[in-house]
């Protein structure tokens, strides 16, 4: 069967990009994920031409029902959900993003270093992970933004903290599993230098990977977000975001329901379409085949 | 008709091989089998209207590349074939006038389990870890038998391994397989083949996995196994040398289809097709003088782009210009005693090396050395327990000197686990050697430091086996090939410009710098792989198998290409190799190395021509010579390669030897290296060696 694997492989490198979007596209939900997340990043940049109010400006009445001026009514302090909404969508995302971006910024280079030249640097690295790995991603974050306070930038910090470990795991197994193969000796072999191999020759092949696990670890710090948010750890107001509306909610839920449900729903439909993105990239990168379902990336 | 008593299959010796009659209803008939696969591309027919049949006691070899479809025929046509993509398979399969391909499965599974046997390239996954060897041949026994009693059933199995040549059966059979070498797990497999006496034996690529001196006692085992049970046997294969050993008649496949096919003799001898001709023509062998290799032009075909004409025709020499090459697909159609697909059958025979080539002339050993290595060892600790003690040693390299001359090639010869890859890796400080010294052109490699040792690095450079690992998949062929380039700080449009000149002079396309590895095929790659060698100008290239993981078509190329490169640039070789015909065809000198150390070692010519040393002689007799009227019964070598591990005091070879088994001197003395017959020598009765 060798033959037809290795006939599939020539197949699959042809075109790079090309195969890879038509491997992504393998995937209906996919496809239907990526749009979806384009239809969200594009109001979090484009919020002020979309909104048709400001985040945090005040009007007629407070708790309105959805109508023509208010397509989904107002918040208890008179401003308009809809609006509000597009606007979250920027704290969700930039909290998202940046966390899953500082993770990866400080468990890639871990979990490479450690796998890569193995020995004690291993095993401290990754007992340190393991520490982080035993206290619950909600408890740290709230440790942490309890200490150092509420702010976009802490909420990012606290979140990336927690999504260390994950990025320096696959990392250190990526590496580990490419560490003998002969480009690496190769390049050993040729006199570079061992961090020249490490972040030039492993890393650059664990690009795939990595970028799936960003995806991955995006949506759940969109979740643990808006999770502390409510928990009132979130961005501080009057800063709109899906969490704090929830929390803000909380208390009206009977008399203005769109006021709980549609923040609610946007969280819901950014994870599910970061999910499958991320679903997609797996089948892109070949971690996974179009018929797996996702196995539960916590 | 079982063998008399319980002895084991005993080689017929001196049995001349009768070409016999093969009358009767054939075991095993393959009819216009057609197999595709849907691939992103496209629909890709891996099997095109194979027909072939097998009669009892017959052994038919089905030759071809990666990719012809060899292996794809059988498992299709057993209903084996197991890939999701599996888009059509049609056709006969008739195991005994039976067609497996109409049964319902559970029907087939049977069928099978009562008529064919399979054996497959790797031993180790063909058997089940976690169960007792013997237990495992019992189990394929009574699924057969159920009235079999266990211990009825125990005794036939031990009974088996004897006849297979398994020694002190009553203790491997409670073993597991990890226990036994690749050698013992491929006589067990064998073993369970015959257990049932199948009707049908598949042999796919049996000993290509195998050390040529354990392939050489299996393929004898085969044959006897195949005459023992009278079984129709398919034997499947790249390797042509096997063919002419075993085989009764040949089928040629190329890009799915059966391109001729007829008895050994004729196939070898008068070759019909212009590839069969051509493939015998590109192969290294070592009955003939060694010269340039007439290398296949261009690549395996790709299945995917099916042409209208002969799908050989774009590398063929006779008909690549023809119009009705190009246009009109050629039919099997019967020939001289067998069948072509060919529209100019007739010439493919001038297309065969004349005897007579002129041998390409050794160059003098007297250049000055560009590498020497003295007393050079390499001890790998082996650790167990809670912590981590050193339990044992394994010497891999063990007091090994050598000298490269400018320009001239060393071949280093030897089995897996002889250390010959460690000595090489440790020749540019992948491994730091335990002891000994390395001298590049004068200066000392191991003392180097800093600037030094970079500079040094340069000088010595790697070309890998495996074409498919040693590229770095995520960077351009281009950049691939000017890494040393970059590492040595040679500025982006210098490194450019020498990678461009460097691609046209190992064959690329200068425009395909810019692709990935992924992109091109395996001997393409080795190209890729070379010029990176030779990028930063080195005073030696180390090539370690360098293409044994390539198709035999693309191999002569390769060798073709290494010795023109060195004409060019007066680059010398360490040429590390299994493969003694590659090797001879190669080297200027050549070293044999066993255990860690260098047994026999001399000028190529005078070392191939008479051996001196028992292990070197075994060696040269265990290589099948692709040529059927040749065929010897032999059993060189027994037993497998030692374990490096194992503490030995005297002759390192004894174990093995047919000479020195029994010596006292052997086992006393460990034989240093010694001049016998204008060569270098570790034995003590080299001059015994005929």
Redesign the interface.
């Known amino acids: ?4 694997s ?9 075109s ?1 990009a090309r ?1 890879f979007l ?2 992504y596209a393998r995937s209906r939900s996919a496809v239907v994920g990526a749009i979806g997340l384009l239809v969200i990043v594009v109001c979090a940049v484009a919020a002020p031409l979309l909104a048709p109010y400001g985040p945090t400006a005040q009007s007629a009445g407070s708790l309105l029902g959805p109508s023509g001026s208010h397509w989904l009514g107002t918040d208890d302090l008179g401003r308009d959900i809809l609006s509000r909404a597009i606007y979250g969508a920027r704290a969700s995302l930039t909290v998202g993003c940046g966390s899953a971006a500082l993770g990866a910024l400080i468990g890639v280079p871990l979990g490479v270093v450690a796998g890569y030249l193995g020995r004690w640097t291993d095993s401290v690295s990754m007992r340190f992970v393991d520490l982080l790995l035993a206290v619950p991603t909600v408890l740290l974050a709230l440790v942490i933004t309890a200490v150092i306070g509420a702010s976009r930038i802490n909420l990012i910090v606290a979140i990336g903290v927690a999504a260390i470990p994950q990025f320096a795991r696959l990392a250190r197994a990526a590496t580990l599993s490419i560490r003998d ?3 690496v ?8 230098t061992t961090p ?1 191999t490490m972040f030039r ?1 492993v890393l ?2 664990l ?1 795939g990977p990595i970028m799936v696990q960003l995806v991955i670890t995006a949506s759940l710090a969109v979740v643990v977000e808006a999770g502390l948010s409510v928990l009132g750890l979130g961005v501080p107001p009057p800063t709109p975001s899906w969490g704090g509306m929830l929390q803000e909610a909380r208390g009206y839920l009977y008399q203005s329901p769109t006021f709980g449900v549609f923040p609610g729903l946007c969280l819901a439909i950014t994870v599910f379409c970061m999910d499958r993105v991320g679903h997609g990239l797996r089948i892109a990168v070949g971690v996974e085949s179009a018929g797996a379902t996702t196995r539960a990336a916590i | 008709m079982r063998v008399a008593g319980s002895g084991r299959l005993r080689p017929a010796t001196a049995e001349p091989h009768p070409v016999e009659e093969h009358p009767g209803e054939p075991a095993l008939r393959i009819d216009d089998l057609v197999v595709e ?1 849907a ?3 496209g629909t ?1 027919r ?1 099997v095109d209207h194979v027909t072939y049949q097998v009669a009892r006691g017959e052994t038919l070899a089905v030759v071809g590349e ?4 060899k ?2 025929t059988v ?1 299709a046509a057993l209903g084996l074939l197991s ?1 999701g993509n599996v888009h059509r398979v049609s056709g006969r399969a008739e195991v005994g006038g039976q067609d497996l391909l109409a049964l319902p499965a559970r029907e087939r599974r049977t069928r099978l389990g009562a008529d064919v046997a399979m054996i497959f390239q790797d031993p180790m996954s063909a058997l089940d870890p976690v169960q007792r060897v013997g237990d495992q041949i019992a189990e394929a026994l009574r699924a057969h038998d159920r009235a079999l009693t266990a211990r009825t059933a125990r005794a036939r199995v031990l009974e088996l391994l004897t006849q297979v040549g398994v020694p002190q059966p009553e203790i491997r059979y409670d073993q597991y397989p990890h226990q036994f070498s690749g050698g013992m797990c491929q006589r067990v497999v064998i073993a369970m083949a015959i257990a049932n006496r199948p009707t049908v034996l598949i042999a796919d690529e049996p000993t290509t996995a195998l050390d040529v001196s354990v392939q050489a006692q299996i393929l004898e085992l085969l044959r006897l196994a195949a005459r023992e049970t009278g079984a129709a046997t398919v034997l499947i294969t790249h390797d042509l040398g096997v063919v002419a050993e075993m085989a009764d008649r040949a089928a040629v496949m190329y890009a799915g289809r059966i391109v001729e096919t007829a008895p050994v003799a004729r196939i070898f001898g008068r070759p019909q097709h212009p590839y069969t001709a051509s493939l015998l023509a590109s192969l290294p062998r070592l009955d003939q003088p060694r010269g340039r290799l007439r290398a296949i032009p261009g690549q395996p075909p ?3 782009e099916r042409s209208a004409g002969c799908a050989f025709a774009p590398r063929c020499p006779i008909g690549g210009d023809l119009p009705e090459c190009r246009t009109e697909r050629p039919l099997l159609v019967p020939r001289d005693d067998g069948a072509v697909a060919c529209h100019h059958a007739g010439q493919a025979v001038t297309l065969l090396p004349q005897p007579g080539a002129r041998p390409s002339a050794a160059r003098p050993d007297d250049a000055p050395a560009v590498v020497e290595v003295a007393g050079l060892a390499k001890v790998f600790p082996i650790r167990r327990g809670l912590l981590a003690r050193t339990v044992a040693t394994a010497r891999a390299v063990d007091g090994v000197d050598l000298r490269i001359g400018q320009g001239s090639t060393l071949g280093l010869v030897g089995e897996s686990g002889c250390g010959k890859s460690t000595l090489a ?1 440790s020749l ?1 400080r ?1 491994l730091e050697p335990t002891a000994g010294s390395i001298r590049i052109d004068g200066a000392d490699l191991l003392r180097a430091n800093g600037r030094q ?2 500079r040094l ?2 000088r010595v ?2 070309v ?3 074409p498919y ?7 351009s062929v281009g950049d691939n090939a000017a ?2 380039l970059r ?2 700080g040679v500025p982006r449009t210098e490194r450019r410009r020498t990678v461009l000149e460097l691609f046209e002079k190992v064959g690329l396309r200068p425009e395909h710098a810019d692709r ?1 590895p ?2 091109f ?1 395996g001997g393409q790659r080795q190209r890729v792989a070379i010029a ?1 060698a030779l990028a930063p100008g080195p005073a030696l290239v180390i090539f370690d198998e360098p293409v044994s993981a390539l198709d035999v078509s693309v191999q002569a190329q390769v060798l073709n290409l290494l010795r023109d490169l060195q004409d060019e640039t007066g680059v010398a070789y360490l040429f590390v190799s299994h493969d003694l015909s590659v090797v001879r065809q190669m080297a200027d000198t050549v070293a044999v190395m066993y255990l860690g150390a260098i047994v026999e070692t001399g000028a190529a010519g005078q070392l191939y021509r008479r051996p001196r040393h028992p292990y070197t002689r075994a060696l040269l007799d265990s290589i099948p010579v692709p040529d059927p009227s040749v065929r010897r019964s032999r059993v060189p070598l027994t037993g497998d390669p030692p374990d490096p591990t194992a503490a030995t005091t005297g002759c390192r070879f004894r174990s093995r030897c047919p000479l020195g088994r029994d010596r006292a001197a052997c086992a006393d003395r460990t034989p240093e290296l010694r001049q016998v017959d204008g060569r270098w020598t570790a034995c003590h009765f080299a001059e015994e060696v005929a």
Do not use: K, W
């Open positions: 069967m060798t033959t037809l290795m006939a599939a492989e020539r197949v699959r490198a042809r790079g195969t038509s491997r193969r002969d480009f000796v190769a390049s050993r072999g040729m006199g570079a020249d020759t650059l092949n690009l | 696969f691939t992103p591309a890709v891996a990666t990719g012809s479809g292996s794809v498992l890939a790709d299945l995917r890796r540019i992948l040792l970079r690095r340069q450079q790697m890998y086996q495996d690992s040693s590229l770095n998949p995520r960077l890494e040393p590492l040595a990935l992924a992109e095929s990176r």
